[in-house]
């Protein structure tokens, strides 16, 4: 699965951002999506994932209540990240990622295979 992410860049402190990851296979519909982030010096963690059917979600607990996770549903070829209330914690390299298992859903982060190439967001104080 080739993966495009979009949309980051620099903002304010409780500013957003929406990123957008676009996806080249007809099979995108039945993967489950995750949003990954890497900040300099730590290790890449799991922010957001959806299920392949759009109805479960998963959030990691420092960004529950302003991050939200969703796929277009109409085509399902395109998964988002709205993301509010920016802090300057939330800076890191942004990541796209797909299970590439068919109609899996657990959520975990070494279910993820295939990775965009990453987005900065940068949050100033």
């Known amino acids: 699965v080739q993966l495009v992410e979009s949309g980051g860049g620099v903002v304010q402190t409780g500013g957003s951002l929406r990123l957008s990851c676009a996806a080249s296979e007809r099979t995108f519909g039945s993967y489950s999506m995750g949003w990954f982030r890497q900040a300099p010096g730590k290790e890449r963690e799991l922010v957001a994932a959806i299920k392949w059917a759009g109805v479960s979600t998963y959030y990691v607990d420092s960004v529950k209540g302003r991050f939200t996770i969703s796929r277009d549903t109409a085509q399902n070829a395109v998964v988002y990240l709205q993301m509010n209330s920016l802090k300057p914690e939330d800076t890191a390299v942004y990541y796209c990622?797909?299970?590439?298992?068919?109609?899996?859903?657990?959520?975990?982060?070494?279910?993820?295979?295939?990775w965009g190439q990453g987005t900065q967001v940068t949050v100033s104080s």
């Open positions: 990622a797909a299970d590439s298992t068919p109609y899996r859903w657990r959520a975990r982060s070494d279910d993820f295979d295939s």
